[in-house]
């Protein structure tokens, strides 16, 4: 990925990982008020956010630094944004729906769907380079 399509790139990477940022601390502080079972899935979804906020911290410096993301980064976004909102479906179905809106589950889902249209965004790109 280069040129204009980088910048947005970015920005969106920017919002999750903002998003993944500031609700790893919900995470840690909600743990202790469930059940063993709930607790193993918070874990869960608190090693995907710290991941995720990682990725795109790097795929951040990416943009800045040499202003394009390989076909790879984006693929492996996809896949992180896939495990966490797994995450975030299985604490659905799990935890009351106040104590899901306290840990961003929709606003994690939507920063990570608009992530994957990247990727599928490039590809579509990338096709019709090649005709």
């Known amino acids: 990925m280069k040129g204009q399509k980088v910048y947005e790139c970015k920005a969106k ?43 795109c911290c790097y795929i951040c410096t990416c943009c800045c630094e040499h202003e394009e993301v390989s076909n790879a980064c984006l693929s492996e976004l996809c896949g992180k944004c896939d495990k966490l909102m797994g995450c975030c479906k299985g604490l ?6 106040d104590m899901c809106e306290y840990l961003n589950c929709d606003k994690i889902h939507k920063c990570c769907h608009e992530c994957k249209g990247m990727k599928s965004g490039s590809k579509g790109s990338k096709k019709s380079k090649k005709k």
């Open 13 to 55: 990477c920017e919002e999750l990982s903002k998003c993944c940022h500031n609700t790893k601390n919900r995470v840690i502080e909600k743990m202790c008020e469930v059940e063993k079972e709930e607790c193993k899935k918070m874990g869960k979804f608190l090693k995907c956010l710290m991941v995720c906020e990682c990725l």
């Open 92 to 97: 659905l179905a799990c935890l009351p729906k």
